[in-house]
């Protein structure tokens, strides 16, 4: 199955993951969201947070075209109550994907804001993996990455 892990990482605990999915994967390819405007720093951070839960549409470069994959794995963290943060949901809808997985690791864990909003989009993961920051920094997430995995590969 030709896979794609493509994911927005601000500070770096959503590229960690993307980086360990893209390795469970035999052959999948890696693609990280680049985001024209710069979200880091206390500026980066105030923009963050005012835009995401307006659902602003920003522009991004991503060179691999999702469509060319039977998998798009996608990811990156939430913003500002626990919503999809702005370069993840302007790539998302760009496209109509076949089949998807999401994980995001964010302060909470909880994904529930985000899933109504790829239902709004007609997103419908087959599989998700929410992680909070804590399960990362302590390094308590193995398994369910193991188990996302082992789903995903159950499913051609
Ligand atoms: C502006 C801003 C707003 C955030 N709002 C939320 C939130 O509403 N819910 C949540 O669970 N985490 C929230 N977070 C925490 C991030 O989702 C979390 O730290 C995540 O792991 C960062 O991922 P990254 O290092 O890949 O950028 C917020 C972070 C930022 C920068």
Redesign the pocket.
């Known amino acids: 199955m030709k896979t794609l892990v493509v994911y927005?990482?601000?500070?770096?605990?959503?590229?960690k993951i993307a980086d360990e999915l893209a390795s469970s994967f035999p052959k999948a390819d890696l693609e990280r969201i680049v985001p024209e405007k710069d979200y880091h720093g206390m500026m980066g951070?105030l923009k963050?947070?005012y835009s995401?839960p307006k659902f602003k549409r920003v522009k991004i470069n991503a060179s691999r075209n999702p469509l060319d994959y039977n998998l798009v794995i996608f990811g990156?963290?939430?913003?500002?109550?626990?919503?999809l943060n702005n370069p993840l949901l302007s790539y998302l809808s760009n496209y109509k994907f076949k089949k998807t997985a999401f994980f995001s690791?964010?302060?909470?864990?909880?994904i529930s804001q985000a899933m109504k909003q790829l239902q709004e989009l007609g997103i419908n993961p087959i599989a998700t993996l929410a992680l909070?920051?804590r399960e990362?920094r302590e390094n308590a997430y193995k398994s369910k990455i193991t188990d996302f995995c082992s789903s995903l590969k159950k499913i051609k």
């Open positions: 927005y990482s601000r500070s770096g605990n959503n590229k951070w963050a947070g995401a990156g963290p939430l913003w500002a109550w626990g919503n690791v964010s302060g909470s864990g909880n909070s920051d990362l």
